[in-house]
């Protein structure tokens, strides 16, 4: 039993009112849940200007409650479900070579769909992009060449913003390609612009000449899917993405510079309270052990994509994705099979 739960208690109160206030009580509420002492919550309330008595009552009273008792059962079915997770990541992390990412060369389509989709493992395919025109003709010049009269949407101001991503639409801007590749490069490391996927350019005709820079496709994929299915990346080093996982499978191919890929297999998702969506709010590169400390128990693999590299990312796998150099990448979902999928997804926020 863990002293105290990582829950963030309300506003002190002063004067301390005889009775608590509801956001109090429900503080009270999830810390018992999630297994928190009574003397520290004490503790906690007390030093918030609580009133004594009325902090030991309500204690009392939740965990009498009829809802609390209810919830408590569905509590223990929750933790059924961990434990099996649990298990089956223990499972998985029996095997020597867990640790590694492979990388792999002439995948059948047979192998990808058994060893990797139906396996649900990540892997990187070295040779699918060997005949891309891409991985020749793509740089920042050729970018503002081709189409540095045409705007797109970028991101800026991401490092002003901790919840970038999930606020990305407050931090779209509307801008010439010119522009912004002359702001990528000026910059320097940065995390604060960055053309992500969401600006979905590649469905305008003006920049279909980029999808004829990209050659063979690997095994599962339907080409002729692709103009819906393809997204663009460009920016800087040290632009980088939260944690988070997918809602479909997809490939990622990089072509110019560097990304390093981090990730956690979906079997370990309740040790990364995820509150909020598809994301995580643990940062890999700097991990509050105090605050978040299941994720102590899990267990990160990293591979570096070079140009020409294309990694298959399966289903539901976190992943943290940081430039280490300027960086133009492409990724596409247009696989051949079943690739839509549903989620509950919660919506609960930071404690």
């Not at 994720?295 to 399966?314: I, K, M, N, S, Y």
Request: hydrophobic letters at 40%; glycine letters at 6%; charged letters at 20%.
């Amino acid at each position: 039993m863990q002293q105290l739960p990582t829950l963030s208690p309300p506003r002190p109160l002063n004067p301390a009112p005889p009775v608590l206030p509801p956001e109090w009580l429900q503080w009270v509420a999830e810390c018992l849940m999630w297994e928190g002492e009574p003397a520290s919550m004490r503790a906690v309330m007390q030093s918030a200007g609580l009133n004594p008595a009325a902090c030991e009552a309500a204690i009392a009273s939740i965990q009498m409650s009829p809802a609390f008792i209810a919830a408590q059962k569905h509590k223990q079915m929750l933790r059924k479900l961990e434990s099996l997770m649990a298990s089956h990541q223990k499972l998985l992390e029996s095997a020597p070579a867990y640790r590694e990412i492979e990388r792999r060369r002439g995948v059948s389509r047979e192998e990808l769909l058994e060893r990797y989709v139906l396996g649900c493992r990540p892997v990187v395919l070295e040779d699918v992009a060997a005949d891309w025109p891409a991985l020749q003709r793509w740089s920042p010049a050729d970018f503002a060449t081709r189409f540095g009269h045409l705007e797109v949407d970028v991101q800026v101001g991401r490092s002003r913003d901790p919840l970038f991503e999930q606020n990305k639409g407050a931090l779209r801007q509307r801008m010439r390609v010119g522009e912004f590749v002359d702001l990528v490069q000026s910059a320097g490391d940065s995390n604060d612009h960055y053309l992500t996927a969401n600006d979905e350019m590649l469905r305008r005709p003006e920049f279909l000449p980029l999808l004829a820079d990209i050659g063979s496709m690997p095994p599962l994929c339907d080409p002729s899917l692709l103009p819906g299915a393809a997204s663009f990346w460009f920016g800087p080093g040290g632009t980088h993405t939260p944690l988070h996982h997918d809602t479909l499978m997809l490939f990622h191919t990089q072509v110019v510079g560097r990304k390093r890929w981090r990730f956690i297999s979906p079997w370990q998702t309740p040790l990364l309270y995820n509150r909020m969506g598809v994301y995580s709010p643990i940062d890999l590169d700097r991990p509050d052990f105090e605050r978040y400390p299941l994720f102590r128990q899990a267990t990160v693999l990293e591979t570096v994509l070079t140009p020409g590299d294309t990694l298959f990312l399966p289903l539901g796998w976190w992943h943290q994705v940081s430039a280490l150099e300027l960086s133009m990448s492409f990724s596409f979902t247009n696989l051949d099979i079943p690739n839509q999928f549903s989620y509950a997804n919660p919506s609960i926020g930071n404690w």
